[in-house]
């Protein structure tokens, strides 16, 4: 099946990379079309580009010749997917705000398809309020992003605002070109891994979870096209393309960070959080004594499921938790599903045996208001591939 991308090249200097993204896309079998602003066209040529796409490269709005031919708005809807590398802090400006003085804002105001920015611009820019507010304004519009990376400007300073790599924007172009965009718009937080509750500064009360399986419906809903925050707790895994990471330790951070997630379409609340921390928190190593050590006061940590579902102000349109049980699995997973609250509840026999804590594959029940669903045992990122999907339809259109 043939895909292809329309490339708009902002005015800067990491503009020499999106050649390196063209022919990245090309060894992909992506066809790529080029256009190139007048500010992209200070940095590299309409004639650069046209070599590495092998297709014309288009740099005006007033050209007779090209609307008669094609014309922006055919242009805008002709590939399936629009890509701003580098997208500067003007042309996200000119997006959020409906402005289309060139032909690159002009086709991203044409558009019918998704649209994808990869930022690069200095880190002060970056971290703009303005250009904040509208990088905010262009994901509730449903735009992807990749990047920006922190590392050193041409600028000589230092911190987010490096375009991303041309492969890892070809990776998430790939992402894009996969889905179908049934998340596009939505924000889906997700809760991933084990929480470590400190004993003393060296130990801490922990559990199996490896986190392959919140990580895997992470990467799923931004598959297709959520805006997706991941609050993983301590785990090995590499942050999946696309989402924002918020890395965190205790049940109580945890919980802190999904707060500070909200508002968002659905919640999905898959870490296995501890039930209990220890009631004395200790600044120094506990030394050991003889006799050994006999008891552990603990006191309960704060329930993250039952608190995002009842919130009173922030609640999700969806909420689902997971339930990790040994035995009566269904039983338990009812259960836990009334007294949270939330709408589902994914249930899995955890038993020594099963594989599951930890490893790769999952056989899982969904559990609401309806009654139960048994999905056959499969693998985890085939789980999380059908949970996404379904999550995308139960949720209503987007007003």
Not at 123 to 133: F, G, N
Request: proline content about 6%; glycine content about 10%.
């Amino acid at each position: 099946m043939s895909r292809s991308v329309l490339l708009l090249i902002g005015g800067g200097i990491a503009a020499y990379k999106s050649l390196l993204l063209a022919r990245e896309l090309k060894k992909r079998g992506v066809s790529v079309t080029g256009v190139l602003t007048r500010g992209g066209a200070e940095f590299i040529t309409p004639l650069s580009v046209a070599g590495l796409t092998g297709n014309q490269c288009f740099t005006d709005l007033f050209d007779l010749k090209d609307e008669a031919e094609m014309g922006h708005i055919e242009l805008s809807r002709a590939a399936d997917l629009v890509v701003a590398a580098p997208a500067t802090a003007n042309l996200l400006g000119k997006a959020a705000n409906g402005l289309a003085d060139d032909l690159a804002s002009t086709v991203l105001m044409a558009t019918d398809k998704r649209v994808l920015f990869a930022p690069a611009m200095n880190v002060r820019m970056w971290e703009h309020p303005a250009t904040r507010r509208n990088v905010s304004r262009l994901r509730e519009d449903g735009a992807l992003f990749v990047g920006p990376d922190e590392g050193e400007m041409a600028c000589g300073e230092y911190g987010p605002g490096r375009m991303a790599e041309p492969e890892a924007i070809a990776d998430a172009v790939e992402d894009a070109l996969s889905g179908d965009g049934a998340l596009s718009g939505r924000h889906v937080l997700v809760t991933a891994g084990p929480t470590h509750e400190p004993l003393d500064p060296v130990r801490y009360v922990a559990n199996r979870s490896s986190g392959k399986q919140g990580y895997a419906i992470a990467r799923a809903c931004r598959a297709l096209g959520a805006r997706v925050t991941l609050v993983s707790g301590p785990v090995s895994l590499p942050s999946p393309r696309g989402v924002e990471v918020v890395r965190v330790e205790t049940a109580r951070d945890m919980l802190a960070a999904c707060e500070a997630a909200l508002p968002a379409d659905v919640f999905v609340a898959c870490a296995a959080v501890a039930d209990y921390r220890p009631a004395v928190e200790t600044t120094h190593k506990v030394k050991k004594e003889r006799g050994g050590l006999t008891a552990i006061d603990l006191t309960e940590n704060p329930d993250i499921l039952a608190i995002i579902a009842q919130h009173e102000t922030q609640r999700p349109q969806l909420v689902i938790g997971f339930a990790a049980e040994t035995d009566d699995v269904i039983g338990h997973a009812e259960a836990k599903r009334a007294r949270k609250q939330c709408d589902w509840i994914v249930a899995n026999d955890v038993s020594p045996g099963t594989g599951i804590m930890g490893g790769d594959r999952n056989a899982v029940t969904i559990i609401n208001g309806n009654g139960e669903e048994a999905w056959e045992d499969m693998p985890k990122s085939d789980v999380s591939s059908r949970l996404a999907r379904k999550i995308a339809e139960a949720l209503p259109p987007r007003p």
